[in-house]
């Protein structure tokens, strides 16, 4: 039996938990600030436009499935 299905059975401690991952956010607060603040002076742009200007603006790369899964929230 391998260990990662005997750890299950017996309930011990998990292999893979994602809440301890630490990976860096995509967008960070001022991130997120930057895309509502876009959003709200030109309402009527598509996705990738927006995307485009929030990588102008911003230090980081970030895709448009970010900026979607953001402006969902």
């Known amino acids: ?5 005997q750890e299950h059975i017996d309930g011990g401690q998990k292999t893979s938990d994602r809440v301890n991952c ?3 956010l995509a967008l960070t607060v001022r991130g997120e600030r ?3 603040s876009i959003v709200r002076s030109q309402r009527s742009q598509a996705l990738d436009q927006i995307t485009t200007q ?3 603006d ?4 970030v895709s448009k499935w970010t ?3 953001s402006l969902h929230r």
Do not use: E, F, N
Request: proline share 0%; charged share 30%; aromatic share 4%.
């Open 54 to 56: 929030l990588i102008d």
């Open 34 to 36: 930057q895309l509502r």
């Open 1 to 5: 039996m391998s260990r990662v299905y």
């Open 67 to 69: 900026v979607q899964r």
């Open 22 to 24: 630490k990976g860096q």
């Open 58 to 61: 911003a230090s980081r790369t």
